[in-house]
Each structure stands twice: as structure tokens, then as C-alpha cells.
């Protein structure tokens, strides 16, 4: 069942097309990884779908509604929620208020300013379960600046997930860790994702986490599609293997 | 990068609910021990505390700088004048229960345009709404004295029941008005620590911290950056508004924006990145300015080295300096 589609969608900087004409698919509980070699127009069709960026012309359909100009607000409120390349988080903030801050959002009641926010049982509740299943219970009150880098990476992936998305796109949730790192990170992010029965994109550059953790892989190129399939068909796929990596897989 | 890392102390208020009755105890206590002139002062302090804490929401927790907050607080000061002038009762429950709502909407509708725009750009929109209302003042003087001013008798306090006259009641008021301003400070301290600790203030603190991140959990940035703007203003102008009977007459000087400078100084020499730190800085700033301006004609010099010297070596502010001095000795005395 198709979740996400995408109709001839294109995103033009300057002379370079990031986003050449895609038709993008995304299924109902995959686990869905983009690749591609920097500046092949990954993080661009991201950004269209979260709102981040305008698209130049397409469509993005959510489960057949048009959403191609909504809000990010709107975009968050049909359940399509994002983590970012470089770790964005509200430094300031404890551990557990990043992550809280996302479920009072989500349920409306950020603006709510007469009562305390820890006094708030059921968000506080939803917040340490999230810290948890993510490994982060333990840190809950450090200031987010304060982590380590992998923590870093996790916690940014546990504030898009707090928002209950049916549809999550993490932008290189591994990157700038160590492959030690690397391993832990995605058992812990695939296994919470698909506890949830979330539906999730990644966007990965090491092939060995791509081929382990996905269900699909999508190979972009110059802002086009290059391949799509599973990982056997990819990892059987010679033209892949030569154009992107410039070497032959193995493996 | 490990430095940082120090867990929060526990989110229990109670040791902060002690300090504070500690604090409170002794300032109930000053005017048996001190004479009618420190009292003057310290309601001043408190007063200056007040505008602080609400410009902090937000320089401190929402990262906006505003250089026009004399604005709210001169509005609140000149309704009080009008009310004084035009509408008849000398009560300062009337007076309020006026300038409350007026510096309300003066803060939404001002609000409402500064926050289009954030940073340097928000700085200068407030500073030239500021402006305008200074020029206002100054020009419209059949209505505001021009830079006379315009005199705020003594009024009454709690609807009527004490009013001063006579040969000692100025000494009367100064004991009287402490305690009435006290009392509305610890209101407006007791209501902003709640706001800065709900989901609108973390909501608030996530904005300043990370502005595109807010976004991506939903956030509706500029109404957070507004609902701050007006509960900011609407501080400052009630401080504005215990300010009138104390001083007798208001002129345009609060208005000017030099007053907006002394608010950010203010906030700046006790530490807006604490809530306590306005709060100190409202009453040391006051104490400064006065001796400064006793002591030397080239006052203004004395407070500018001050400020340099706060910027270079505490940048913190006074109560973010001790809050750090505290956790060092902490730590040493946890590894002996």
C-alpha cells in the first residue's frame, strides 16, 4: 500500500537539478533507504517533502491527499515528521525536555503557559518511554550540549520520533560517529522504528548499514532515480556498483 | 565537550522555594532597620527588577533583544499620569486595574509588527516604535506636558483605605508603598517563574535555542515569538505603572531610549541567562546609578566602564558568575 507519492516533482538551484522530474514511492512500513553520492539531490527531495523547501513543479500526494503546499505545522499534523544531517536540538534544554517539547507539541499544548511542564504526568510519562527505548533514560536530565556525539544522533532521531510520525525521514542519522557507533545506532533507531510500525526513509552513505537494515533501496544520481529494488537486486545490480562506487561491490 | 557534561540538580522547587522565603524574610524586614530614603531605593530596585524580568523573557528565553522596552514601560507610567489627571480616583488598584490592559494591547499590537522579523532587525523596530512614542510625548504636550512631564499625586492604597497626608505622609507612604510593591513583585516573580517553566516556556527557550528545529515539531514560531512580546511588554509596563506615584512625575526621559538601554544593562550586570538574574540587577543597578550620580558629574562614565568591564569579565552577569563560583566549589569539595 502506497503511503507517499511524489508526481514529477522537480527542485532547480541555479543551473544544477537536484530534483530532475521524480516519481518517488514510499510503502506503508517500509524501511527505505536513499543513496546516492553527494549532490545526487537526496537531502533536496527530503526537504520538499517535509516543507523545508518549495518545489519548483509536482505534486507530493499523502495517501492520495495533495500536500504539495501545505506548512511544515500542516505537513507535521498528517504525520510526516524529519531528523537533520548536521544534529539539531535545543542545546539549552535538558535531555528530556528536547524529547518533551516534541509531545506537547504534537498534542497541542506547547502554548499552554499556567502550569508547570513537569507537572504534566502523562507527557512526562511518554517522554521517559521514548528516552528509553531510545537508551537515553539515563541522561535524561543532562543539557542536550552535553551529550556525546552518538547520544547526540539518537536524541535527534527521539525528537522526530516523539512526534508519533506515520512517516519519518531520517537525514544520515550515523554520520560523524565511529562504525563501532554506526551498528548501534541502527539497531537501535530500526528496531524502535519498526516496533512502531513507523514508516521510515534514510538517508545513508555507508552501503554495509544500507544493506543490513533496509527493506528497499533507492539509488539517486544527479537528481534522477539510478536503481530501486532490494538489497540482493542492488547489491546484483553491476551498473550501480560501477557508477556510484566506482569499484565492484563486495560482500 | 565532558565539562559540560554536569547533571541538572533535581527538579524538586524546594530548595529554590527556600532561598526565596529567605530573601523574601529579610526584605520584609528593611524597613525596621533602614530609613525612609534606603526604603525609597529599594522600591525603585524592585521596581527596575520587575521591567528586568519581563524584558528577560525575552532576551533570555526567547532569544529576541529588544532596545524599545521603555516604551511599555512609559506607556504604563503616562496612563497612570491620564488617569491621575482626567479620570478622578487617586487608588492605585484603579490605577492598575487602567494600566494594565492599556500596556497589554500596547505590547500585542507593537508585538505584532516587531516579531515579523528577529535579530538585529527586531532590535531596530523596537527601538524606532520607541522613538515614536518619545517624539509623541515630547510633541503632544497640551495632552503630556511636553518634557515637563505630567505630576502624579500620592494615591490611595488598597481601595481607598490608606491614604497619606499630613506632615509624615511621605514617610508613611515610603513604608506602605515597599510593602505594596514587595507584594506585587513576589506576584509578578511567582507568575513568570511558572510561565518560563511551562511547555509555552519551554516552547520559548526551544525557539531561542534552535529556531528550525522548533519549526519541525510544529511550532507556530512567530505566535510563541508574539504571546512573549506581549507578556514581556506587559511586565515592564506594569513596573512602569509602580513607578509613577513613587517618582511623582513622569517625563519623557522614560520613554527615551537610553531608559531601553538601562533595561538591557540591567538584565546584562545580574545575568539574563538565570531567572534570579534580572531580579539582582534590578536592585544593584538602581544602587549603582544613584551613587554613581552622587559621587561624580561624570557618572555616566563610572556606569560605562561598568558595563565594559561586565561584558569582558562577566558575561554571565553577577548571578551567573556565583551560580558557577558555587558549582566549582561543589565540585572541589566532592573530590577531596
Known sequence: MILLKTVDLRKQFGETRACDGLNFVVHKGEFLSLVGSNGAGKTTLVNLISAHLQPDSGQILLEDRDITFTTVTERIKAGIARSFQIVSLFDGLSVFDNVALSVFSREGKAVKMARLADHDEDVRREALEVLGQFGLASKAEVPAGGLAQGERKLLDVAVAYALRPRLLFLDEPTSGVSTHEKTQIMDTVSSVVRGGMVTAVVIEHDMDVVFRYSDRIVMMHEGAFLADGTPDEIRANKDVASILLGAPLTG | ?336
Not at chain 2, 67 to 81: D, L
Not at chain 2, 282 to 296: D, N
Request: proline share 4%.
Open chain 2, 1 to 336: 565537550m565532558v565539562a559540560q557534561v554536569q547533571v541538572l540538580r533535581g527538579r524538586s522547587a524546594l530548595p529554590l522555594a527556600a532561598a526565596a522565603a529567605a530573601v523574601l524574610m529579610v526584605l520584609i524586614l528593611v524597613p525596621s532597620y533602614f530609613d525612609t530614603y534606603q526604603v525609597q531605593l529599594l522600591i525603585y530596585g524592585l521596581i527596575a527588577a520587575i521591567a528586568a524580568l519581563g524584558f528577560n523573557l525575552l532576551l533570555g528565553y526567547t532569544g529576541l533583544l529588544s532596545f524599545g522596552h521603555s516604551a511599555y514601560f512609559g506607556v504604563g507610567a503616562y496612563t497612570v499620569a491620564f488617569v491621575a489627571e482626567h479620570l478622578g480616583p487617586h487608588s492605585m488598584e484603579f490605577y492598575l486595574l487602567v494600566g494594565i490592559p492599556i500596556v497589554a494591547v500596547t505590547s500585542a499590537l507593537f508585538g505584532y509588527i516587531c516579531v515579523r522579523h528577529t535579530q538585529i532587525f527586531f532590535g531596530i523596530l523596537t527601538l524606532a516604535i520607541s522613538q515614536v512614542i518619545y517624539s509623541l510625548a515630547m510633541k503632544l504636550y497640551w495632552v503630556t506636558g511636553g518634557s515637563d512631564g505630567l505630576r502624579v499625586p500620592r494615591p490611595a492604597l488598597l481601595f481607598g483605605a490608606l491614604s497619606f497626608s499630613g506632615p509624615h505622609g511621605f514617610q508613611q507612604f515610603i513604608t506602605l508603598y515597599y510593602y505594596y510593591v514587595l507584594a506585587i513583585s513576589v506576584v509578578c516573580v511567582l507568575l513568570l517563574w511558572v510561565i518560563v517553566h511551562s511547555p509555552f516556556g519551554k516552547a520559548l527557550q526551544g525557539i531561542r535555542d534552535n529556531e528550525v528545529r522548533a519549526r519541525f515539531l510544529g511550532l507556530r514560531i512567530r505566535r510563541f515569538r508574539w504571546i512573549s512580546f506581549f507578556v514581556s511588554g506587559t511586565f515592564t509596563g506594569v513596573a512602569g505603572i509602580l513607578w509613577v506615584p513613587l517618582n511623582g512625575l513622569t517625563t519623557p526621559d522614560v520613554l527615551y531610549w537610553t531608559y531601553s538601554g538601562e533595561i538591557v544593562f540591567t538584565a546584562l550586570l545580574g545575568g539574563f541567562r538565570n531567572f534570579t538574574g534580572p531580579i539582582v540587577g534590578g536592585i544593584v543597578f538602581t544602587y549603582l546609578k544613584t551613587y554613581a550620580v552622587a559621587s561624580t558629574e561624570y557618572w555616566q562614565l563610572l556606569l560605562g566602564v561598568v558595563l565594559v568591564t561586565l561584558v569582558l569579565v562577566l558575561p554571565t552577569g553577577i548571578v551567573g558568575a556565583m551560580s558557577r563560583a558555587g558549582q566549582r566549589l561543589r565540585q572541589r569539595r566532592g573530590a577531596t
